[in-house]
T-cell receptor
Framework: KAGVTQTPRYLIKTRGQQVTLSCSPISGHRSVSWYQQTPGQGLQFLFEYFSETQRNKGNFPGRFSGRQFSNSRSEMNVSTLELGDSALYLC????????????FGPGTRLTVL | GDSVTQMEGPVTLSEEAFLTINCTYTATGYPSLFWYVQYPGEGLQLLLKATKADDKGSNKGFEATYRKETTSFHLEKGSVQVSDSAVYFCALSGIGANNLFFGTGTRLTVIP
């Protein structure tokens, strides 16, 4: 099976702009989670989507949003970018069952100037 | 709330040395525990996991045992290789939850 894919791999934006990142899960996986990785805060959970519904949410401002499509592909959007949003954004997919393992994509490196 | 405390790095070892990276957790109930590894420029790869007390996860010579009495999940390898150089993350998730809580990561460098 193909792994989790994320596009684009690299992005450069300026403050105030918005950005959309895309994630395609492993075939058959219906749960998609997003994480932010920064040197200062480490890996932090953003949100999880299942069956096109946000099922779980981390502690991030409303500028961070996401959605999931009927084919389980997911996008996350960050509006009004700030310098502190510069990070590696990781997507993970999993089956929907107890003790399911999350499989991560390579990430999208976002730089905000 | 749930959290993971991981040994601070960086850790530098010579090839064939013994590796231990400490990890302790705080959680309600009975979480699942994981070790993930991140190589430079890549995402996270699952290294091993354990889903209940006394379970031992193992993969590629790495091992970790779920110790409920000490709330620990220490990572060990008997003989490290240069190719093991990476950042290692300990993580937990609650039952039925798909959000992982990660430790801060430990950077391992193995020198020949």
């Amino acid at each position: 099976k193909a792994g989790v894919t994320q596009t684009p791999r690299y992005l450069i934006k300026t403050r105030g702009q918005q950005v959309t990142l895309s994630c395609s899960p492993i075939s058959g996986h219906r749960s998609v989670s997003w994480y932010q990785q920064t040197p200062g805060q480490g890996l932090q959970f953003l949100f999880e989507y299942f069956s096109e519904t946000q099922r779980n949410k981390g502690n991030f401002p409303g500028r961070f949003s996401g959605r999931q499509f009927s084919n389980s592909r997911s996008e996350m959007n960050v509006s009004t970018l700030e310098l502190g949003d510069s990070a590696l954004y990781l997507c993970a997919s999993s089956e929907d069952r107890f003790f399911a393992t999350q499989y991560f994509g390579p990430g999208t490196r976002l730089t905000v100037l | 709330g749930d959290s993971v405390t991981q040994m601070e790095g960086p850790v530098t070892l010579s090839e064939e040395a013994f590796l231990t990276i400490n990890c302790t957790y705080t959680a309600t109930g009975y979480p699942s525990l994981f070790w993930y590894v991140q190589y430079p420029g890549e995402g996270l790869q699952l290294l091993l996991k354990a889903t209940k007390a006394d379970d031992k996860g193992s993969n590629k010579g790495f091992e970790a045992t779920y110790r409920k009495e000490t709330t620990s999940f220490h990572l060990e390898k008997g003989s490290v290789q240069v190719s093991d150089s990476a950042v290692y993350f300990c993580a937990l998730s609650g039952i039925g939850a798909n959000n992982l809580f990660f430790g801060t990561g430990t950077r391992l460098t193995v020198i020949p």
